[in-house]
T-cell receptor
Framework: GAGVSQSPSNKVTEKGKDVELRCDPISGHTALYWYRQSLGQGLEFLIYFQGNSAPDKSGLPSDRFSAERTGGSVSTLTIQRTQQEDSAVYLC?????????????FGQGTRLTVV | AQTVTQSQPEMSVQEAETVTLSCTYDTSESDYYLFWYKQPPSRQMILVIRQEAYKQQNATENRFSVNFQKAAKSFSLKISDSQLGDAAMYFCALGANDMRFGAGTRLTVKP
């Protein structure tokens, strides 16, 4: 596609349920990033992928969070046993290669609400 | 570890005036890029300007320019002739091993 696509755009889930958030990066982009943005706040780094590998998983808030990327393309962020504090906008971005010299292109985000 | 610090949670500027947003960063990498992104209420992140660390000349894009002080690890954004459409959250970002963002500065433009 022309840009980074995230789905769903909005998700309301009950506390304790599992959710999957999907990111389709721009075709050919090898680097993929996930961020969390709470209301009116900055971008909290969660994880990034270079190809299918995630060199740094230290940003994941807890072991309830996991992410994978297959075929060097689509990525899924999974949150198990959701809690109310997980409510936020989850942003995905991709870039042609690892961060140092190219901008990150962002999707529109998934707004997650845990009730 | 790479960190980005924006010490101004909120800034305000009069239309047509100039405003400067501050950013400091830390990295052990010698090659890196710095970025300013704008996030309007639509939530879409828009690249405003980028700076290559190996270039001494400050980047400029129309009304937007940066003051890059490599030794001080400082990267401020200057917006000249501010317009109502400039009102948004502005994020400073460091692209080294990965891409890290600051906490953001909310800019208000007064008519």
């Amino acid at each position: 596609g022309a840009g980074v696509s995230q789905s769903p755009s909005n998700k309301v889930t009950e506390k304790g349920k599992d959710v999957e958030l999907r990111c389709d990066p721009i075709s050919g982009h090898t680097a993929l990033y996930w961020y969390r943005q709470s209301l009116g706040q900055g971008l909290e780094f969660l994880i990034y992928f270079q190809g299918n590998s995630a060199p740094d998983k230290s940003g994941l808030p807890s072991d309830r969070f996991s992410a994978e990327r297959t075929g060097g393309s689509v990525s899924t962020l999974t949150i198990q046993r959701t809690q109310q504090e997980d409510s936020a906008v989850y942003l995905c971005a991709s870039s042609p290669r690892r961060g140092e010299n190219t901008e990150a292109f962002f999707g529109q985000g998934t707004r997650l609400t845990v009730v | 570890a790479q960190t980005v610090t924006q010490s101004q949670p909120e800034m305000s500027v009069q239309e047509a005036e100039t405003v400067t947003l501050s950013c400091t960063y830390d990295t052990s990498e010698s090659d890196y890029y710095l970025f300013w992104y704008k996030q309007p209420p639509s939530r879409q992140m828009i690249l405003v300007i980028r700076q290559e660390a190996y270039k001494q000349q400050n980047a400029t894009e129309n009304r937007f320019s940066v003051n890059f002080q490599k030794a001080a690890k400082s990267f401020s954004l200057k917006i000249s002739d501010s317009q109502l459409g400039d009102a948004a959250m502005y994020f400073c970002a460091l692209g080294a091993n990965d891409m890290r963002f600051g906490a953001g500065t909310r800019l208000t433009v007064k008519p």
